[in-house]
């Protein structure tokens, strides 16, 4: 069993999901949104920081998977976004966990069959894979659409090499 932590980094709100693998299946153990709130800069990205560093001492994953900082309009939000996966990242290389990172498109890609799916149809499809009954909060459903991506980028890397040493 694989214990995956997926994260959608924000400057104020960062989403988590962390999901279980056993074979072909998923099942998510935890997730909601680390709430960085409105303060200095500084002290919110040591809030996210320590938030993933909280998570991962409680629940012991083994991989971590974040979403990229896409390019928005904005520069300075995109530059805080950028520095939010720092602290997120910063948190997980701490402890020695390897990350993997990816683009919002390949997230959709992986969980919707499309990359410019919109993120109705991310939730939707997260709730159906995880089997879940209740509403998910948007950064938390984000955030585990992240590690479902990161779990079948593996499987399909893993059955990859299998093939090539047969």
């Known amino acids: ?15 988590f999901g962390i999901i279980e693998v056993n074979g072909d299946r998923a099942s998510a153990v935890q997730h909601g949104v680390i ?10 990205l040591g809030i996210i920081f320590a938030g993933i560093r909280d998570l991962i001492d409680e629940h012991q994953p083994q991989e971590v998977a974040i979403e990229t900082v896409f390019v928005s309009r904005n520069a300075g939000t995109a530059l805080k976004l950028g520095q939010a996966l720092g602290a997120a990242i910063c948190a997980a290389v ?3 966990l ?3 990172e990816y683009s919002p498109r390949s997230i959709k890609q992986a969980i919707v069959g499309r990359g410019g799916a919109d993120k109705v149809q991310v939730q939707h499809m997260v709730m159906v894979l995880l089997q879940l009954q209740e509403k998910l909060q948007e950064d938390a459903a ?3 659409a992240v590690a479902l991506c990161h779990q079948h980028t593996q499987q ?3 059955r990859m090499q299998r093939m090539q040493r047969t």
Do not use: C, W
Request: hydrophobic share 30%; aromatic share 6%; glycine share 16%.
């Open 94 to 96: 701490s402890v020695g």
């Open 156 to 158: 399909t890397l893993n």
């Open 35 to 44: 709430k960085a709130g409105t303060g200095k800069f500084p002290q919110r």
């Open 98 to 100: 390897p990350v993997s």
């Open 1 to 15: 069993m694989t214990r995956i932590l997926g994260i959608d980094p924000g400057s104020r709100f960062t989403g």
């Open 142 to 144: 984000d955030a585990l």
